[in-house]
């Protein structure tokens, strides 16, 4: 009988080995930054092209990708790591998305995954994309402590961090004003729900 067992044994641990998830290394960002830049060259972005940086963002913990179109600048998170090149990839030109639509469509507000978006994810070969990723990321949860108004709509917004630029009610510049900012429409702060700091508007 032990000697039966030991024959089985091997056998266990290479069973346990194929059983073991296998993660791929991270591409650099440099890589990451030329195959980007190589999908726009095709797609005449212009100066987007010669301008996009792509980084690995360590700070980022339930979001996978973010695009920044005022940096050119698309973060991804390290954890895309564990779900293989295909879907950093996907991510990657998900986020270059809503570079290559705001690049297109300039000062005009459009929706953050509106029809703009989505063309643009055709050109870059992932027709229809999902809005919103669901890979079972584990992160912190952050309360959205800082609640703005709009005037017009009487809507509110709360948000994580406070703006730190002008931002207008996205609903009320499309029906008022083609979808291009007005200053009518900014955003106010009312309060900091965490301290009970607030402000009149």
């Known amino acids: 009988m032990r000697n039966a067992a030991r024959k089985q044994s091997p056998f266990r641990q290479l069973e346990?080995?194929?059983?073991?998830?296998?993660?791929?290394?991270?591409?650099?960002?440099?890589?990451?930054q030329d195959r980007a830049r190589s999908l726009l060259r095709g797609l005449d972005a212009g100066v987007l092209t010669d301008h996009l940086r792509v980084e690995w963002n360590e700070r980022m913990r339930t979001t996978v990708g973010r695009a920044d179109f005022r940096r050119c600048l698309i973060s991804?998170?390290?954890?895309?790591?564990?779900?293989?090149?295909?879907?950093?990839?996907?991510t990657l030109r998900h986020e270059l998305a809503h570079l290559l639509a705001h690049f297109r469509f300039g000062r005009r507000r459009i929706q953050p995954?509106?029809?703009?978006?989505?063309?643009?994810?055709?050109?870059?070969?992932?027709?229809?994309?999902?809005?919103?990723?669901?890979?079972?990321l584990v992160g912190r949860s952050l309360s959205r402590r800082f609640i703005y108004?709009?005037?017009?709509?009487?809507?509110?917004?709360?948000?994580?961090?406070?703006?730190?630029?002008a931002t207008a009610c996205l609903a009320c510049c499309r029906k008022f004003s083609e979808g291009n900012y007005d200053e009518r429409f900014r955003?106010?702060?009312?309060?900091n729900s965490s301290s009970g700091n607030s402000s009149r508007f």
């Open 16 to 32: 346990f080995f194929f059983d073991a998830r296998v993660i791929s290394p991270l591409p650099s960002a440099p890589e990451l």
């Open 76 to 90: 991804l998170n390290p954890a895309l790591q564990e779900f293989g090149p295909a879907e950093i990839d996907r």
């Open 113 to 136: 995954h509106g029809r703009e978006w989505r063309d643009a994810c055709c050109e870059l070969g992932i027709g229809g994309e999902r809005a919103g990723h669901t890979l079972p």
């Open 149 to 165: 108004y709009c005037q017009n709509c009487q809507g509110h917004f709360p948000r994580v961090r406070r703006i730190r630029r």
């Open 187 to 191: 955003l106010r702060f009312v309060k």
